[in-house]
């Protein structure tokens, strides 16, 4: 069973850094995309950026600029470098994995626990 651990969440005042990791406990088999979503309060959960396993990137539109997701498949890590963050950054964080199902569909199908991140003024 593929098990997402999310790290390096924490208090940040505005415009400071820091970097999301998820680790994968073993290989994902069948993996197309990784990604990274935030759920902030009494909001609905949102897609925040998304790497193919060929490295293709997106982002929506609200952290262009500001945050660079990568991957190391070698360690099985996924990270989201977030920079000049702004209060309504401050969500939970989590990580995705989509594998390939039947039909060639890439489908979320591990989650992380998530993490959180809070940025204050």
């Known amino acids: 069973q593929v098990q997402l651990v999310e790290s390096g969440g924490g208090s940040v005042q505005a415009g400071g850094s820091l970097k999301l990791s998820c680790a994968a406990s073993?290989?994902?088999?069948?993996?197309?995309?990784m990604g990274w979503y935030r759920q902030a309060p009494g909001k609905e959960r949102e897609l925040v950026s998304t790497?193919?396993?060929?490295?293709?990137?997106s982002y929506v539109d609200s952290v262009k600029g500001r945050f660079t997701i990568s991957q190391d498949n070698a360690l099985n890590t996924l990270y989201l470098q977030m920079n000049s963050l702004k209060t309504e950054d401050t969500a939970v964080y989590y990580c995705?994995?989509?594998?390939?199902?039947?039909?060639?569909?890439?489908?979320?199908?591990?989650w992380g626990q998530g993490t959180q991140v809070t940025v204050s003024s």
């Open positions: 995705a994995a989509s594998i390939y199902i039947a039909g060639g569909r890439c489908v979320s199908r591990y």
């Open positions: 790497i193919s396993l060929g490295g293709t990137t």
């Open positions: 073993t290989y994902i088999l069948g993996k197309c995309v």
